[in-house]
């Protein structure tokens, strides 16, 4: 992510020095200097009283929106739109971090893991795809994790989820920034790491029985915790499950993910803005601070319902032209069950549709067939094109406007007229 530069203040934030460094490639860090370090303060119980009556009806009506959205969700357990949304979530999340890759390897990278029969030099150079399928990994599984109580050992699983390469079964031991080659040239430098503990007991304790408002405890929680950043790397990424996580725990959504980190990566330099605004320099100025970030937060999960409404549509879209697609089948065909298997891995193989299906390698390779012939999939080109590798176009073309720049998927061809609507 992109940053501003760092605040020239002081209060909360502590002038430091650094050493010369002889060694070093730039001049300012061989000359050493002064860099200011964040040191947050403790949560309150209750964080609402900081915050403006403006804010707060703000709040309320992206209460409003979320529940209308939660119910809409709940009402719908249609799998294209969950798998969408999850995935939406989870690309975007990885794209506002730089990890950017087309939805299509993303789907690959998955197939790879769960078909073990998945072999070729076109399978690797899949690094990036399978780092943002940890992330979508966490999204889902840390959901589940945090509606029980939060405790450290369920942050660690959801950051080692995303970040195995770092993650060293604790928070991290060592001072982190936010870019720049040193604390000198970064645009933040986060809290020592002595104390990354109790900063995460104290933020451990808010979620867990704070009484502030969900909507106002999820931004809180996120905002603190980028602040906190109390990782080596993955901080961005864990961040966002925490929300998701705790709109879950707090009943607000129980079906589903908002794609809030589809709206963040709008305007990736607002989002660190806002987060920086959030660092205050004295108390004084803390409710502002809290405030602004808050308001923000609001406005983002108002626009994740409206991006929500685009994908129910979009994915109703989707499943009514799959039903009308394989409507002329018999309702005991596995043609039907293979319907959920395609919208959770819209890129697959004969083999892994039998595995997932119960049924025998010819079934499946009949199956697969079927859904060839009624265009809900069809096979993979570019360099899977000798592979047996078979995707479904419609879900990936929903996904490709999250990464700009990549060709979007082709459109799916016109279902086949069946015999019996010859002439009609």
């Known amino acids: 992510m992109s940053s501003p530069m760092m605040p020239d203040v002081e209060g909360l934030w502590m002038r430091e020095e650094q050493a010369p460094d002889l060694t070093a490639h730039r001049a300012s860090d061989r000359r050493g200097g002064s860099f200011l370090r964040y040191h947050p303060r403790r949560l309150a119980e209750r964080m609402v009283p900081l915050i403006d009556a403006d804010t707060m009806e703000k709040v309320a009506d992206a209460s409003v929106a979320v529940a209308r959205t939660a119910h809409q969700l709940r009402q719908r357990p249609v799998a294209i739109l969950h798998a969408t949304l999850l995935r939406s979530e989870s690309i975007s999340s990885s794209w506002v971090e730089g990890l950017r ?89 986060a809290p020592p790491a002595a104390e990354v503990p109790w900063l995460m007991d104290d933020l451990l304790t808010y979620a867990n029985v704070s009484p502030d408002a969900p909507l106002v405890k999820s931004a809180i929680i996120h905002a603190q915790f980028e602040t906190v950043h109390p990782y080596e790397d993955g901080n961005g990424r864990a961040g966002r499950v925490l929300v998701h996580g705790y709109l879950a725990r707090a009943g607000v959504l129980d079906h589903g993910v908002l794609p809030l980190s589809v709206v963040l990566r709008r305007d990736v330099d607002e989002y660190v803005r806002r987060l920086m605004a959030y660092r205050h320099a004295s108390d004084d100025d803390r409710p502002g601070a809290v405030a602004q970030f808050v308001d923000y937060f609001a406005d983002c999960l108002v626009d994740s319902c409206e991006e929500t409404d685009r994908v129910m549509a979009e994915s109703e879209e989707v499943r009514a032209d799959w039903a009308d697609r394989v409507s002329g089948y018999r309702s005991d065909s596995a043609v039907h069950r293979a319907l959920p298997v395609v919208a959770d891995q819209p890129v697959l193989t004969a083999r892994y549709l039998a595995s997932a299906l119960g049924v025998s390698t010819v079934t499946g390779r009949r199956v697969v067939d079927q859904l060839l012939d009624a265009g809900i999939v069809e096979p993979s080109g570019g360099r899977f094109n000798r592979s047996e590798v078979y995707q479904a176009s419609a879900l990936l073309r929903m996904m490709d406007r999250l990464v700009p720049g990549i060709q979007p998927t082709a459109l799916p061809r016109p279902r086949p007229v069946r015999p019996d609507e010859a002439g009609s």
Request: zero cysteines; hydrophobic letters at 40%.
């Open 101 to 189: 890759e087309t939805p299509r390897n993303i789907m690959v990278a998955q197939l790879r893991e769960r078909d073990p029969g998945l072999a070729g030099h076109q399978f690797d150079r899949l690094r990036t795809a399978s780092s943002i399928l940890a992330n979508l990994n966490s999204v889902r599984d840390g959901v589940e994790l945090l509606r029980a109580p939060w405790t450290h050992d369920a942050i660690h699983a959801i950051h080692r989820t995303i970040a195995p390469a770092v993650h060293d079964d604790g928070y991290r031991v060592q001072d982190v920034q936010i870019g720049g080659s040193s604390k000198l040239t970064a645009s933040y430098a």
